[in-house]
């Protein structure tokens, strides 16, 4: 009988397998980027069923399969819940998703991805910050945590939007996105980190372009 592993992350995608089996993809700390099955995970009354949920966050027990994981348990400590009912909030969450998806590898253990995308995603229910702004600051920290990010904004820039980016790289994960921008420096400050992301990150987010078409049909 394989040994049990114990794991904690965040569901950041989850498919139907089969009638009764779900398929999910897990952001852990201890082993990157993993594939799981559920077994009976769609069957009401599954101890599974909570553990298919999209960004569900918490602790899994595995076994190790030839190719992928299975979820023996699951002990889920935050739902997000508030996405359910929050379209543009689901949108930025699948967007910070894909995101740390890009850049997590498999079976390399990744704990301050894992604490960025779960402070990340929990930014988006505080009705005091601007989700816009998340976003970018999020963008920003992932770059660092993956060890791109620069010391400075790649040009000359406003007070206010170059204070914001040394405090994004300066804090840690569950403060870095306590604060505000007027215009005019918000501005800014997403002009130089959309000019770092560009730079090195290849390849286009599906996610991404969904987020931007439904903001644009707020307008």
Not at 158 to 187: H, I, M, N
Request: aromatic share 12%; proline share 4%.
């Amino acid at each position: 009988m394989n040994d049990v592993i114990r794991v904690t992350g965040m569901v950041i995608s989850a498919m139907p397998m089969s009638e009764n089996d779900r398929r999910v993809e897990l952001l852990t700390a201890e082993l990157g980027k993993i594939s799981a099955f559920l077994r009976g995970g769609r069957k009401i009354g599954s101890p599974l069923l909570a553990a298919g949920r999209l960004f569900a966050f918490g602790e899994f027990e595995l076994f190790q399969g030839r190719s992928a994981y299975t979820v023996r348990s699951a002990d889920i400590k935050e739902f997000f819940a508030f996405l359910a009912a929050d379209p543009e909030a689901f949108c930025y969450a699948s967007y910070f998703a894909e995101l740390a998806a890009y850049y997590s590898r498999e079976n390399v253990e990744d704990l301050p991805l894992v604490r960025l995308l779960f402070y990340a995603v929990r930014s988006l229910h505080n009705t005091r910050l601007d989700r816009a702004l998340v976003r970018y600051a999020y963008e920003l920290k992932l770059m660092q945590t993956e060890g791109e990010a620069l010391p400075e904004p790649p040009f000359a820039s406003d007070s206010s939007a170059g204070r914001a980016w040394q405090y994004v790289l300066d804090t840690d994960a569950d403060k870095c996105f306590q604060f505000l921008l007027e215009p005019q420096p918000f501005r800014e400050f997403s002009q130089h980190v959309a000019t770092l992301r560009n730079g090195l990150i290849d390849g286009r987010f599906r996610s991404l372009a969904v987020l931007e078409d439904y903001l644009s049909m707020q307008q």
